[in-house]
């Protein structure tokens, strides 16, 4: 996350509230906005597993 009071967490690693407060509020415009609102759709839909694979690469490093 580029800014705010989660800089520096992976998008994907964003507490749900803060994903719920963007779907409320509006999302960022651009290249962020567009992945939170994805990261919103995956959480909301329960889709978090597909997000596995990425932390493990993550963690192999």
Same mark, same amino acid.
């Given at each position: 996350?580029?800014? @705010?009071? %989660?800089? @520096?967490?992976m998008i994907?690693?964003?507490?749900?509230?803060?994903l %719920?407060?963007?779907?409320r509020e509006g999302f960022p415009k651009g290249h962020v906005g567009q992945?939170?609102?994805l990261m919103?759709?995956?959480?909301h839909? @329960?889709?978090n597993g597909l997000l596995e694979?990425? =932390? =493990?690469s993550r963690q192999a490093r």
């Open positions: 996350m580029p800014f @705010g009071k %989660h800089q @520096g967490t994907a690693d964003l507490p749900a509230n803060y %719920h407060w963007f779907a992945l939170l609102q919103f759709e995956i959480d839909n @329960g889709l694979p990425l =932390r =493990r």
